[in-house]
């Protein structure tokens, strides 16, 4: 069974940078599909990037701004926002494709504010 524990959320002001960390436990490929999606209060669950092997696709809203890589070595998924805006404020959700299942973290709170 594969779990998955995000980290690197916080308080951030427009224009600065975070780093969204997921960290997988559990029998998985680089060939399974990652990625994230991220929640603002009263809106739906919007997908921001995907990764599969070394291919990776961004939402427009985050194109040219978020990274997404990963590294086998540390089962790990990351997520690197810059020039964050106030619109980037939401709960940020780590998944995995794996067998035709779809795993969900536990989501981490990112707040852009000055």
């Known amino acids: 069974q594969v779990r998955l524990v995000e980290s690197g959320g916080g308080l951030v002001q427009p224009g600065g940078s975070l780093r969204l960390s997921c960290v997988v436990s559990g029998v998985i490929f680089s060939s399974n599909t990652m990625g994230w999606y991220r929640q603002a209060p009263g809106n739906q669950r919007e997908l921001v990037a995907t990764?599969?092997?070394?291919?990776?696709d961004y939402a427009d809203s985050a194109k040219g701004r978020f990274t997404i890589s990963r590294d086998s070595a540390k089962n790990t998924v990351y997520l690197q926002m810059n020039s964050l805006k106030p619109e980037d404020t939401a709960v940020y959700y780590c998944y995995a494709n794996v067998f035709g299942v779809r795993t969900w973290g536990q989501g981490t709170q990112v707040t852009v504010s000055s």
């Open positions: 990764i599969q092997r070394t291919a990776t």
